[in-house]
C-alpha cells in the first residue's frame, strides 16, 4: 500500500512530542519529522524557514503544530511560502497555534499568571502562551520564545497573502488554539468541508 506524507515541522521528540492529529491514521500516512533541535532525532534537521531538503511538491500534507508562533512575524511569509512549496498541487496544510483573542480576554480578567491549563510540561499561563514557556526558555531553550501571535482574521489572512487557495478555521475556546486547513489548489465548498471535518473537531 502506498502511503501519503505528512511533514510535520517541529515535531519534537518521538517519544514526548505533539503527535499528529487522528485524522493523519498510520495505516493511510506517513510521518515526516522536520525539526531545528537535533535532539529530537527529526528525519530532517532544518529550520521551518528553510525547507531546501525536500524537493518542490514533494509531501501530500503539512502539518504545524504550536511553531508558527516561534518565528517573527515578517517570517511568517517565508515559513508559509516554504509549505507551499513543498506541498504537492493536491495538498493541504494543517496549522493550530495559540488564539490570542482568547488569552487576551484572560489578560484583561487580570489573570495573566493564573493557570489556563495544565500540559505534560506542567502548569501553562496565559503569560507562557504570550511569550513562551518560561520553564523552558530559562532552560536555555531559546528557540521555545513566542516572536508573534494570532487571530484567526489574521491567520486567515496570511494564508491568503501566501496564495493558499480555499481556507477554513475555527477557534477552540476552551483549548485556547486556533485551527485552520488551508490547501494549495482551489477546494469546493464541500471538498474542504469534509477536509476539514476531520480535523476542525473537539
Same mark, same amino acid.
Given at each position: 500500500?502506498t502511503?501519503l506524507?505528512?511533514?510535520?515541522?517541529?515535531a519534537?521528540?518521538p517519544k514526548?512530542?505533539a503527535?499528529?492529529?487522528?485524522?493523519?491514521?498510520?495505516t493511510?500516512?506517513k510521518e515526516l519529522?522536520l525539526?531545528?533541535?537535533?535532539?529530537?532525532?527529526?528525519?530532517?534537521?532544518?529550520s521551518?524557514?528553510?525547507?531546501s531538503?525536500?524537493a518542490a511538491?514533494?509531501?501530500?500534507?503539512?502539518?504545524?503544530a504550536h511553531?508558527?508562533?516561534h518565528?517573527? !512575524? +515578517?517570517?511568517v511569509?517565508?515559513?508559509? *511560502?516554504?509549505?507551499?512549496?513543498? %506541498?504537492? @498541487?493536491?495538498? =493541504?496544510?494543517?496549522?493550530t497555534?495559540?488564539?490570542?483573542?482568547?488569552?487576551?480576554?484572560?489578560?484583561?480578567e487580570?489573570?495573566l499568571?493564573?493557570?489556563a491549563?495544565?500540559?505534560?510540561?506542567g502548569?501553562?499561563?496565559?503569560?507562557?502562551?504570550?511569550?513562551?514557556?518560561?520553564?523552558?526558555?530559562?532552560?536555555?531553550?531559546?528557540?521555545? !520564545? +513566542?516572536k508573534?501571535?494570532?487571530?484567526l *482574521?489574521?491567520?486567515?489572512?496570511? %494564508?491568503? @497573502?501566501?496564495? =493558499?487557495q480555499?481556507?477554513?478555521?475555527?477557534?477552540?475556546?476552551?483549548?485556547?488554539?486556533?485551527?485552520v486547513?488551508?490547501?494549495?489548489?482551489?477546494?469546493?465548498?464541500?471538498?474542504?468541508?469534509?477536509?476539514a471535518?476531520?480535523?476542525?473537531?473537539?
Amino acid at each position: 500500500m502506498t502511503h501519503l506524507t505528512v511533514l510535520h515541522v517541529g515535531a519534537g521528540h518521538p517519544k514526548n512530542g505533539a503527535p499528529l492529529p487522528a485524522g493523519f491514521r498510520p495505516t493511510e500516512w506517513k510521518e515526516l519529522r522536520l525539526d531545528i533541535d537535533p535532539a529530537n532525532e527529526p528525519n530532517i534537521l532544518g529550520s521551518m524557514l528553510d525547507m531546501s531538503a525536500l524537493a518542490a511538491e514533494s509531501v501530500d500534507a503539512v502539518y504545524s503544530a504550536h511553531n508558527i508562533e516561534h518565528i517573527y !512575524a +515578517h517570517e511568517v511569509p517565508l515559513m508559509l *511560502k516554504e509549505c507551499l512549496r513543498v %506541498l504537492k @498541487a493536491d495538498g =493541504f496544510l494543517v496549522v493550530t497555534c495559540p488564539d490570542l483573542q482568547t488569552v487576551a480576554q484572560l489578560v484583561v480578567e487580570d489573570k495573566l499568571t493564573d493557570t489556563a491549563y495544565q500540559s505534560p510540561a506542567g502548569p501553562i499561563t496565559p503569560l507562557d502562551i504570550l511569550y513562551g514557556y518560561r520553564p523552558a526558555i530559562a532552560q536555555g531553550n531559546h528557540f521555545m !520564545a +513566542h516572536k508573534c501571535g494570532f487571530t484567526l *482574521k489574521s491567520l486567515t489572512a496570511a %494564508l491568503q @497573502a501566501a496564495c =493558499f487557495q480555499t481556507i477554513t478555521g475555527k477557534r477552540r475556546i476552551q483549548g485556547l488554539d486556533l485551527w485552520v486547513v488551508a490547501s494549495k489548489g482551489v477546494m469546493s465548498e464541500t471538498e474542504m468541508r469534509e477536509l476539514a471535518g476531520k480535523w476542525l473537531t473537539g
